[in-house]
């Protein structure tokens, strides 16, 4: 089946530094992608729509200038979350949706990041 | 705003028992429902879907139940095992057709405890 790749699992960096997290469709070509961040004991929230070749759209209340999308490739969307502080700390999921027919969509997810800025 | 959401943040159940996991939604234009499971530092992931022309819909082990009445989704689990402890999450798309990507909305979540 489709299979959505996260990278890295988990990421510890210091306060004030970027992280960039990817997200691969490893056997489909993904137009769109979307980026979730989960808190502890919480659901996933949609942070943005990744869209392949133009600008991402994000949900109300999510920084873009933080929180920067690039949908390069039909295959790769990248999060980077920049000058990362402790309140940042969350999983990050990303997911992709692949339409098999206009009957029959379905959408895989990744491992997921678990981002700790110390 | 419109969200979907679980009526009980915690299920206890026996080995062998059936669960039942309950989710409510607001959005009468949601036309296509997922439930999804999560364990601990992973990743949803798929159970089981339905359509909003649908009232059932049946797997191995699971079924889902959808009543557009009173906008309500269920998850019911028959001989629910241990390996089924989880964080359990219905989902929701408006307008599955309408485009090749389309974001799920979650509902809060319900934890899934199975004791031997």
């Known amino acids: 089946g489709a299979v959505v790749s996260q990278h890295p699992s988990r990421v510890i960096c210091k306060s004030g530094t970027s992280v960039k997290i990817e997200c691969r469709s490893l056997?489909?070509?993904?137009?769109?992608m979307f980026w979730y961040r989960q808190f502890p004991k919480q659901s996933l929230m949609l942070m943005a729509t990744s869209n392949e070749g133009s600008k991402a759209t994000y949900e109300q209340g999510v920084e873009k200038d933080k929180f920067l999308i690039n949908h390069a490739s039909l295959t790769l969307s990248t999060l980077t979350v920049t000058s990362a502080h402790p309140e940042d700390s969350s999983f990050y999921i990303c997911?992709?949706?692949?339409?098999?027919?206009?009957?029959?969509?379905?959408?895989?997810f990744g491992q997921g990041t678990r981002l700790t800025v110390v | 705003g419109e969200s979907v959401g679980l009526h009980l943040p915690t299920l206890s159940v026996q080995e062998g028992d059936n669960s039942i996991i309950n989710c409510a939604y607001s959005n009468s234009a949601s036309d296509y429902f997922i439930w999804y499971k999560q364990e601990s530092g992973k990743g949803p992931q798929f159970i089981i879907d339905i359509r909003s022309n649908m009232d059932k819909r049946q797997g191995q082990r699971v079924t889902v139940l959808l009543n557009k009445t009173v906008k309500h989704l269920s998850l019911q689990i028959a001989a629910t095992q241990p390996g089924d402890s989880a964080v359990y999450f219905c989902a929701e798309i408006w307008g599955i057709n309408d485009q090749a990507g389309t974001a799920l909305i979650f509902g809060k979540g319900t934890t899934l405890s199975v004791s031997s």
């Open positions: 056997d489909f070509q993904a137009t769109t």
């Open positions: 997911s992709a949706t692949l339409r098999y027919s206009i009957m029959n969509t379905e959408a895989f």
